[in-house]
């Protein structure tokens, strides 16, 4: 049954970078939609969110098989 727990805790812990990765391009999206000669100033700034946001999404589910 812990197992299955932490698999559970995995799950609910994906809803928080999921959100962050939306919200990252959303804003880029609007940055870039509002002013389409910033897109090569906002562009590496919003890989990099993206890049942080699913970092944590891949230490959680190392925690999860660690702690299993």
């Keep these: 049954m ?3 727990l932490n698999m559970l805790g995995y799950g609910l812990a994906t809803v928080g970078p999921g ?3 939306g919200l990252i391009f959303a804003a880029y999206i609007n940055g870039v939609a509002r002013q389409p000669e910033a897109q090569g100033k906002l562009q590496p700034i919003a890989i ?3 890049a942080l ?5 891949i230490i959680g589910i190392a925690l999860a098989f ?3």
Aim: hydrophobic share 70%.
């Design 2 to 4: 812990v197992g299955s």
């Design 19 to 21: 959100l962050a990765v």
């Design 48 to 50: 990099l969110g993206f």
């Design 53 to 57: 946001a699913e970092a944590l999404a």
């Design 66 to 68: 660690v702690l299993k």
